[in-house]
């Protein structure tokens, strides 16, 4: 077999076409295959200390606060873990600053539930301490929502602010029925 031998003046070039053709297939070929996978969910566990059945300590389960509007955007209740319900009734022929003291003893509650869980002590640091979980109603006016973050997150008194709960997070939204 005799292989044929280039004079050493010409220069030898690559066919880059074909390559660069192969090239782009793969490409297409892995981008029209890649399937995005939905994140599995959040694996931050906090797992109580070890120390027998005896040590129940708070394993930080969310506090769960559900607000509900009516029609007409007002909130109508106010709910903590599904048990201690703060009714927003308002009674009839109600003047705005009536509605607005029965909104502070109300969100007042909130913050005396939060106070109690608590004991009034801060967290030692943003990622200890209860975490809140706000549920509300689509059509509900936003001031509402505000009110109960103030709610929960602290207090002050006089200059002094006293942190309660660091960690808030809000549910999925709710359809409007």
């Known amino acids: 077999m005799k292989f044929s031998t280039k004079r050493s003046g010409e220069k030898a070039e690559l066919q880059l076409t074909s390559m660069i053709d192969v090239i782009f297939l793969l490409l297409i ?10 994140q599995e969910g959040d694996f931050n566990i906090r797992m109580p200390l070890g120390g027998g059945a005896g040590s129940a300590e708070n394993t930080n389960v969310p506090i769960k606060v559900r607000l509900r509007a009516n029609s007409a955007g007002d909130l ?3 709910i ?13 022929g109600e003047d705005i600053e009536a509605k607005l003291e029965r909104e502070k003893q109300i ?20 990622d200890e301490g209860p975490e809140v979980e706000i549920d509300l109603d689509y059509g509900l006016r936003y ?35």
């Open 29 to 38: 070929f892995f981008v029209m295959t890649f399937k995005i996978v939905a």
């Open 76 to 78: 109508s209740d106010l």
């Open 80 to 92: 903590v873990n599904d048990n201690l319900t703060f009714m927003v009734q308002p009674a009839a």
């Open 107 to 126: 969100f007042g509650g909130l913050r005396g539930f939060i106070l109690q869980l608590t004991n009034g002590v801060a967290p030692p640091s943003p």
């Open 143 to 177: 001031g509402y929502v505000i009110q109960a973050v103030t709610a929960v997150t602290g207090q002050r008194q006089g200059d002094e602010v006293t942190r309660l709960v660091e960690r808030i997070k809000f549910a999925p939204p709710r359809k409007p029925q």
